[in-house]
């Protein structure tokens, strides 16, 4: 199903502005606390990114389809065609533990050099992807950040026992 097939809005589309999406994180920051609002930020990524990998029938697909292959078809649907998260430029595995690369994410988008700000429903929605289509649980961090320094946003995720 194509993004406009399922369009919800006549006029607007599907899509709002990074301004808007960053209030909604302020808000919910300020209403919650930080660590309170991270965790929210999170649960929602990963709700989406469930979907995500429900909707294009990756679901519990982790041994049949290559990680590469994975990340080509996550990046085009969250990428510049598709909903503009993010731009994942590649997915690693080694053991357990996985890294997704990315850049342009939204949560970074308009934020000063040194910010604090982590990418947290970015995370989440690699993450709730991840874990439905390994079908296993993951624990999540960002472990680089282009608002300090790195040259990408770059997410850790490991499995749980």
């Not at 990418?119 to 960002?142: M, N, P, V």
Request: hydrophobic fraction near 40%; include cysteine; proline fraction near 1%.
């Amino acid at each position: 199903m194509s993004i406009a097939e399922d369009q919800v809005r006549q006029q607007l589309g599907d899509f709002s502005s990074i301004v808007c999406f960053k209030a909604v994180v302020v808000g919910i920051e300020e209403a919650l606390g930080e660590k309170a609002a991270a965790i929210a930020l999170i649960s929602a990524g990963r709700q989406r990114g469930k979907k995500l990998a429900e909707d294009l029938g990756l679901n519990n697909k982790g041994s049949e389809i290559s990680l590469e292959d994975v990340s080509i078809k996550v990046s085009s649907v969250l990428g510049k065609d598709g909903t503009r998260l993010c731009i994942i430029d590649k997915m690693e595995q080694d053991g357990e533990v996985y890294k997704v690369y990315t850049r342009e994410t939204v949560c970074s988008a308009g934020e000063p050099q040194g910010s604090p700000r982590q990418c947290t429903f970015t995370l989440g929605a690699i993450q709730g992807f991840l874990e439905s289509f390994l079908a296993k649980r993951l624990r999540g961090k960002q472990i680089e950040s282009v608002l300090r320094g790195g040259e990408q946003d770059v997410f850790e995720f490991s499995v749980l026992r």
